[in-house]
């Protein structure tokens, strides 16, 4: 065996990243900055050839065979490894089911002999990208938005609020009007309704669609558009943004018109029956948290998730929170009157995944993580909630390392925090610094906390 195949085997690999999502999967390696691939969450059956879906499968059986293909394709097309080296981390949402949960699992461990998962709140890894601690993590993915509170790293349940309003519903909304708007120009000059071409617009089309052309108009400009359609009068309605043409299959064209553009994101921000939105899950997050939290976590607001990307977005967002501060139902409970948002050091669709790759760089991943062999001993998948987590994973840690009294993501958050905070002072006062600033010497320790 060469020498340097010696020394990389002493050396243990770096962890793999997961982050399955409804439509798209994040992978990578820990430590990196970026995924390495970003795929679909679908794979081709290997019994019937047919394209499936990975979170539209409801029998463990027929996951179990789905996850099988599906990895299979991650680790010997994309990232190269083999998989009894390379611990996993998954990035989760806190409304996975259980079901998928175990079956994952069960694939890791029986297939493809994996040492070691960690299952890792995503809304949690947000927070270690930006290194804070208190902070209201809003997802838009897509079929739902979901806001959780997490207050001194620890997420607040009874906070988190869902509604049904993402990127499908703005599919839903794009392919209606599309349907009955659209003109397709082909070959000819003559222009003929995109309905009577085809009835159904593909998924994968509507999502080129809404990336290359639609966006999200400011407060004022939709204000102005809902006061034209109440009174049907076009005289106030603002002129519409240009048209532009998409290419379609076999040399088609269709004219996208420039209202269509805008007005397909208008359901994420239009109040239903229960006068639920976007923004109004923000504001009933922050009351069902403690009074002493909801200044701190107004001003510390992320938004993650693919269809936050949308332009204008984050400005309609922060608009239609400060003008339902002005609402009675919310002017009588809430007593600040401005908000603030992170920029996260990555495209908002990551995110949770580059704080996966942070996690998994650290040394705690050892004995954090749920072992192989624990598992063949128990058959049991722990919960990052459950109550008797941490007797659960007190058992993971070996002999030799003495685990902290709460054996959970969000004590190690703080514990990462604080080592970070001690090296910044450290940082400030080193030697070199003192004599650059002129210090005498009896200012060479650093000040300790009151």
């Not at 966006?215 to 558009?225: D, G, H, L, T, Y």
């Not at 948002?341 to 949770?352: D, E, K, L, V």
């Not at 991943?365 to 049991?380: A, I, N, Q, V």
Request: hydrophobic share 35%.
């Amino acid at each position: 065996m060469p020498l340097y195949e010696g020394l990389t085997a002493a050396v243990e690999k770096t962890a793999v990243i997961f982050d399955l999502g409804t439509v798209y999967t994040k992978v990578g390696f820990a430590g990196e900055c970026q995924p390495r691939a970003i795929i679909r969450s679908e794979v081709k059956c290997t019994k019937t050839n047919k394209v499936i879906k990975v979170f539209e499968q409801t029998e463990d059986d027929e996951l179990y065979d789905t996850l099988i293909d599906f990895l299979h394709v991650i680790y010997f097309r994309h990232l190269l490894v083999n998989t009894r080296d390379r611990r996993v981390i998954i990035c989760e949402s806190f409304l996975c089911p259980s079901s998928f949960r175990e079956t994952l699992a069960k694939v890791l461990f029986k297939h493809y002999e994996v040492p070691s998962i960690l299952y890792a709140p995503s809304h949690l890894l947000v927070l270690f990208t930006l290194g804070i601690n208190t902070a209201l993590v809003i997802d838009c993915g897509y079929k739902e938005t979901l806001v959780l509170p997490v207050c001194e790293c620890t997420p607040i349940l009874k906070g988190w609020q869902g509604i049904p309003l993402a990127g499908c519903a703005i599919y839903k909304r794009l392919e209606a009007h599309l349907l009955e708007n659209g003109m397709v120009r082909g070959h000819s000059v003559e222009e003929k309704p995109l309905s009577s071409i085809m009835g159904h617009v593909q998924e994968a089309v509507l999502e080129d669609i809404k990336v290359k052309t639609c966006f999200v108009c400011n407060f004022q400009r939709s204000a102005k558009i809902k006061e034209s359609l109440l009174d049907g009068s076009a005289v106030k309605r603002p002129p519409p943004p240009p048209a532009v043409e998409y290419p379609l299959d076999g040399g088609r064209i269709l004219a996208i018109d420039g209202q269509i553009r805008e007005i397909v994101c208008e359901v994420l921000f239009e109040q239903d029956n229960e006068e639920k939105s976007v923004a109004t899950l923000i504001l009933d997050s922050i009351i069902q948290c403690p009074i002493d939290f909801r200044k701190t976590l107004a001003h510390n607001l992320v938004c993650v998730g693919g269809t936050t990307m949308l332009p204008g977005f984050k400005d309609r967002l922060m608009s239609e929170l400060k003008n339902l501060l002005e609402r009675p139902k919310y002017r009588q409970k809430l007593a600040f009157r401005n908000f603030k948002m992170h920029s996260p050091p990555s495209q908002p669709n990551y995110t949770a995944w580059l704080g996966g790759a942070i996690l998994g760089s650290l040394e705690v991943l050892s004995y954090r993580s749920l072992s192989k062999e624990h598992y063949r001993e128990t058959g049991r998948v722990p919960d990052w909630c459950m109550l008797d987590a941490e007797a659960q994973l007190a058992e993971l840690a070996p002999k030799d390392k003495v685990p902290p009294q709460r054996m959970n993501i969000g004590s190690l958050t703080k514990t990462l925090l604080a080592r970070r905070r001690e090296s910044d002072v450290k940082r400030e006062w080193s030697p070199r610094r003192k004599e650059s600033s002129g210090l005498s010497d009896q200012s060479e320790t650093p000040p300790t906390k009151q």
